[in-house]
T-cell receptor, first 114, second 111 residues
């Protein structure tokens, strides 16, 4: 069974631009969660989508948004990019809701904001 | 808000048993405790999950006392390839900071 895939793997943007990251979960998985990882803040939860609905959201500004499609694929959007948004963005999928199920992580998208 | 506290780093020699303890004083009744391992430039990988008492799988054991305010991940006979960051995760289904990973414990295995 194929693992979680994320595209693109690397991305360079400039301040003020917006970016869309994509995540394809493992087939059959209904939950997709997004995380931001930086050296200073560690691994922080952004949001979780389950059956096309945002189930939970972390403590991030409204510039960070996401959605999930009927095939469980998910996209994450960051508008008006700031230098501090430079990070590794990880997507994880799980069979059911994330808090009580094993999450499978993708390789991440490395975003650099100049 | 179920937050976790772990040691920032630990060192161990090859072949030893390693125990990493995580504190989660505000754990809620329905929270699960999950441990993940992360190597550089990779996403975290699931190690083990438990709710109470002891759970064991082929790679680790998880000890959870009755009050569930802490948990201990036990790695038997570590090898150099176990050098990684280990995260203790408490799934909080009620709060805004669900799935809080924290900063993790950097384990370095020494030959």
């Amino acid at each position: 069974k194929a693992g979680v895939t994320q595209t693109p793997r690397y991305l360079i943007k400039t301040r003020g631009q917006q970016v869309t990251l994509s995540c394809s979960p493992i087939s059959g998985h209904r939950s997709v969660s997004w995380y931001q990882q930086t050296p200073g803040q560690g691994l922080q939860f952004l949001f979780e989508y389950f059956s096309e609905t945002q189930r939970n959201k972390g403590n991030f500004p409204g510039r960070f948004s996401g959605r999930q499609f009927s095939n469980s694929r998910s996209e994450m959007n960051v508008s008006t990019l700031e230098l501090g948004d430079s990070a590794l963005y990880l997507c994880a999928s799980s069979l059911e809701i994330a808090y009580s199920n094993e999450q499978f992580f993708g390789p991440g998208t490395r975003l650099t904001v100049l | 808000l179920a937050k976790t506290t772990q040691p920032i780093s630990m060192d161990s020699y090859e072949g030893q048993e390693v125990n990493i303890t995580c504190s989660h004083n505000n754990i809620a009744t329905n929270d699960y405790i999950t441990w993940y391992q992360q190597f550089p430039s990779q996403g975290p990988r699931f190690i083990i999950q438990g709710y109470k008492t002891k759970v064991t799988n082929e790679v680790a054991s998880l000890f959870i006392p009755a009050d569930r305010k802490s948990s201990t991940l036990s790695l038997p006979r570590v090898s150099l390839s176990d050098t990684a960051v280990y995260y203790c995760l408490v799934g909080d289904q009620t709060g805004a900071n669900n799935l809080f990973f924290g900063t993790g414990t950097r384990l370095t295995v020494i030959p």
